[in-house]
């Protein structure tokens, strides 16, 4: 009960994580960044709202939702934060350059575990183990927002 408590609360942050940002006026790479994560957040809603039942569970829309977010990480996030790119309307923390090692790890962690929830999907596995794997996409958002993303 407490497990799966605790996966719909991660749920529900991973859907306000992709529910409402705004980038208005941002330009080069900080828009790029903004834009990559903004199709981090689509998929991982579209993903989130199948296993809330708001949608038909399809673990195969799943697999390609999962791959494209495993797309965008690792060094493909990283390559998007060179150093001190903090031109507005950026939420980028500091923190990130100084903490690199850390800010690098997570980025790893949003691909591994993104990977980790394809092969599941891909496998046909239940909704249950999916919504598990999914948990562990959405935790990587929130760390690495509450550590390096400055809510504007
Ligand atoms: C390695 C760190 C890291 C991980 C992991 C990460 N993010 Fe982000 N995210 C950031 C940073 C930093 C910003 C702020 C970028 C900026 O404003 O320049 C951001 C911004 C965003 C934005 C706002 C984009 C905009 O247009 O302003 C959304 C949406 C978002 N992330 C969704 C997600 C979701 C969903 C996940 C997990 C599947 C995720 N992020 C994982 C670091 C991360």
């Not at 199948?50 to 977010?69: F, R, V």
């Not at 990587?140 to 390096?148: G, I, P, R, V």
């Amino acid at each position: 009960m407490k497990r799966r408590y605790a996966g719909g609360v991660l749920i529900a942050a991973a859907l306000m994580a992709g529910a409402a940002w705004a980038h208005g006026g941002a330009t080069g790479i900080v828009k790029e960044r903004m834009d990559a994560m903004s199709a981090i957040g689509k998929n991982v809603k579209s993903i989130g709202e199948m296993l809330k039942g708001k949608s038909a569970y399809d673990p195969a829309t799943i697999e390609t939702a999962s791959g494209a977010i495993a797309d965008h990480g690792g060094a493909a996030l990283t390559k998007l934060f060179p150093e001190g790119s903090l031109q507005a309307p950026t939420e980028a923390s500091p923190a990130i350059w100084s903490d690199w090692t850390k800010f690098s790890e997570m980025a790893g962690l949003l691909q591994a575990s993104a990977l980790d929830l394809k092969t599941l999907a891909g496998q046909g596995a239940d909704k249950k183990a999916v919504a598990g794997a999914f948990g562990k996409v959405a935790a990587t958002c929130k760390s690495c927002h509450e550590a390096f993303r400055i809510k504007k």
